[in-house]
């Protein structure tokens, strides 16, 4: 199990940037696929991006496409979620997520992930 351990949340208005870090624990973290997630209240857990340990294939929601990027420094054992262009309607918990290590296929649900952070919360004011 990897531990995971978000950053970066906070109060915006709109068409601000934030940039959400997660670090990771442990020596297996450049194997494994991470993912970004969020929760709206009263809404299900909501897939944003991924990110392949293999070749650093990227993978968004058509939500966020265009506004957001996910990267990774294995070095630092680290992903990152730089958002711009912030609108109301992703306020949300931001939820940092862990694959298996040398997971071959790179998942867009939950279900996808093994490890997960406590969250961060993201408010965007209109």
């Known amino acids: 199990q990897v531990q995971l351990v978000e950053s970066g949340g906070g109060l915006v208005q709109a068409g601000d940037s934030l940039r959400l870090s997660c670090a990771a624990s442990?020596?297996?973290?450049?194997?494994?696929?991470m993912g970004w997630f969020r929760q709206a209240p009263g809404k299900e857990r909501e897939f944003v991006a991924a990110i392949s340990w293999r070749d650093g294939s990227t993978y968004y929601a058509d939500s966020v496409k265009g506004r957001f990027t996910i990267s990774r420094d294995n070095a630092k054992n680290t992903v990152y979620l730089q958002m711009n262009s912030l609108k109301p309607e992703d306020t949300a918990v931001y939820y940092c997520?862990?694959?298996?290590?040398?997971?071959?296929?790179?998942?867009?649900?939950?279900?996808?992930?093994?490890?997960w952070g406590q969250g961060t919360q993201v408010t965007v004011s209109s």
């Open positions: 997520a862990a694959g298996d290590p040398s997971g071959m296929v790179v998942r867009t649900t939950p279900l996808g992930f093994r490890s």
């Open positions: 442990g020596r297996t973290f450049s194997t494994r696929n």
